[in-house]
């Protein structure tokens, strides 16, 4: 990319662009939305958090509402944009029923509520995980002491949580700041830094120099987040013995707590029930007939179901050799320790890539195989994912092969077994629960990503989130409502899948330690017979 900078003059010229009025009002805006989503979904996520934990709300209820709660991290964000605007559009589905329009969806209002929707997820599970391991104790003997509700929640939960909190506000700013789906479906006039970047690339009068320059700008708040992060690392509180409170009861409190719940979680579900009512309609809002004329329609369109298949491909593609790929990488990480600088290596490529947003890492790939075999292939769409992603997979594998004991390949070697034949026997068979986990990470952000492969996909590689972008310029809706319907439905089905799949080996898991304790008492129930 600094090539192109200074390809048509020296870098200084380039430079210039940055006192574009058109780049500044782009990067404001970003910023200036993405702090508000941020801050927004970080309170909401620790309230929820809150209720989840400190609260007599109920097991089953608060069950389903946080399951309610991760249901957007299924569909990609550009959908968000199309179910906001037939719900609160003009010609939306609530603008109908309750006969008022309440705010106008393009712009200000619609792009927030986007990203608070899209951000609420992690942010809630990062804070409900870590809120879970708190010393709940700790809360009662502040309150024992004299101390009013809000000083025992600031000494005892918002305090040693901080950190944590810094982190998921930090996630929510970079989740907004790099995202380009919500801002082309409801941005409306209103510039982003993303849509200028697409624009950059793809608009109608491609400018190879100008996008370059826009796609490193928006590595600045990597940067920040990346000095941040690492200053937070050195504050981390921990407990011994953390145990959980027995709460007494509070009926206002416990109310309090579920209106809230219900109140997020009904607004997620009457945004997103449009999937299922928009598609099987004759003709929204002027013929409400049911009808499967939509969904035969879409059956017959090779280019659309091509589409499905390019993504479930390019998904399980991404998932087999993206687990792989990350598995191995932590064996070197967290069993290998004579390759040091291996490790270094790959611990340093884990960062970048967990901090690169996913467009610029786009705009990199499109410059760097232009000219390549592999342009405008489905493997250059894997190979960005599975780049764009490995961090987390990564981290996953490492932590759990770092908790296993670390003489077992000592123990293998010396019975004669190979280095290989101890990971396929023993570590493997002991992290499937993880191998499982990194699977369906990789699957569903390869299903749901339009960031990372919006620049990289051609007429035959196109992928769901792609083709969305494309169906909205000549304005099929009832396309991609069913597009969208099609891979709601692929994830669904992958995550009761999964569910399924650790459950079993929870099971085995469970019966092989019974089987194992078992043996190990046998001999002295046999002395006292």
Avoid at 9 to 27: A, I, R
Avoid at 241 to 257: M, T
Avoid at 462 to 486: C, P, Y
Wanted: glycine share 4%; aromatic share 14%; charged share 10%.
């Amino acid at each position: 990319m600094t090539a192109l900078l200074v390809e048509n003059g020296t870098l200084v010229e380039s430079l210039k662009y940055f006192f574009n009025q058109k780049w500044q009002l782009s990067f404001l805006n970003s910023l200036k939305f993405s702090l508000i989503a941020a801050s927004y979904s970080t309170l909401l996520g620790f309230f929820l958090a809150y209720g989840n934990n400190f609260t007599n709300a109920g097991k089953r209820f608060l069950k389903i509402n946080t399951g309610i709660l991760q249901f957007p991290m299924l569909l990609p964000t550009i959908t968000y944009g199309f179910v906001l605007i037939y719900a609160f559009g003009k010609q939306g589905l609530w603008t109908k029923l309750l006969q008022h329009e309440w705010f106008n969806i393009y712009g200000t209002i619609g792009i927030l509520l986007g990203f608070i929707i899209y951000t609420l997820p992690p942010i809630f599970i990062l804070i409900n995980n870590s809120m879970a391991y708190l010393d709940n104790r700790l809360f009662l003997v502040s309150r024992l002491m004299g101390d009013s509700w809000w000083q025992s929640l600031h000494r005892t939960v918002l305090n040693p949580l901080y950190r944590v909190l810094a982190v998921a506000f930090l996630q929510g700013f970079f989740m907004s700041f790099t995202d380009f789906g919500i801002p082309s479906a409801v941005g409306g006039q209103t510039p982003f830094i993303t849509t200028l970047l697409y624009d950059g690339f793809m608009g109608t009068i491609p400018n190879f120099q100008y996008g370059s320059l826009v796609a490193l700008t928006m590595l600045f708040p990597s940067i920040i987040s990346i000095l941040i992060l690492n200053h937070l690392q050195k504050k981390v509180i921990r407990y011994e013995k953390p145990q959980a409170l027995v709460l007494k009861k509070n009926l206002v409190r416990d109310w309090a707590f579920r209106c809230l719940f219900i109140l997020t979680s009904t607004f997620i579900l009457g945004v997103f029930l449009i999937l299922l009512v928009i598609p099987f309609l004759s003709n929204w809002p002027f013929d409400l007939q049911p009808t499967l004329q939509n969904f035969s329609t879409f059956l017959q369109d090779d280019s659309l179901l091509t589409t499905l298949k390019n993504s479930l491909l390019m998904a399980l593609l991404t998932a087999v050799i993206g687990t792989i790929f990350a598995y191995f990488a932590a064996l070197m990480t967290s069993r290998e320790k004579k390759t040091h600088k291996i490790n270094q290596l790959i611990d340093s490529v884990s960062t970048i890539t967990n901090s690169i947003p996913g467009m610029v890492l786009g705009v990199a790939y499109l410059l760097i195989f232009a000219s390549s075999g592999l342009h405008n292939t489905l493997i250059i769409l894997v190979i960005v994912t599975i780049v764009h992603y490995f961090a987390t997979p990564y981290q996953m594998a490492k932590e759990a092969l770092q908790k296993m004991n670390l003489n077992w390949e000592n123990t293998a070697k010396l019975m004669g077994d190979r280095w290989i034949t101890t990971i396929w026997r023993i570590l493997i068979p002991n992290s499937k629960i993880t191998i499982v986990d990194m699977f369906s990470y990789y699957f569903f952000n390869s299903m749901v990503t339009i960031s990372a492969v919006v620049f990289l996909t051609s007429a035959k590689t196109m992928v769901i989130t792609a083709k969305l972008k494309e169906l909205q310029h000549f304005g099929r809706f009832n396309d991609i409502f069913m597009l969208s319907l099609f891979l709601l439905l692929i994830n669904l089905i992958m995550q009761l899948l999964t569910q399924l799949i650790k459950r079993r080996l929870t099971n085995e898991k469970k019966k092989n330690s019974r089987i194992t304790w078992l043996h190990r008492i046998s001999p002295f129930i046999k002395r006292l017979q």
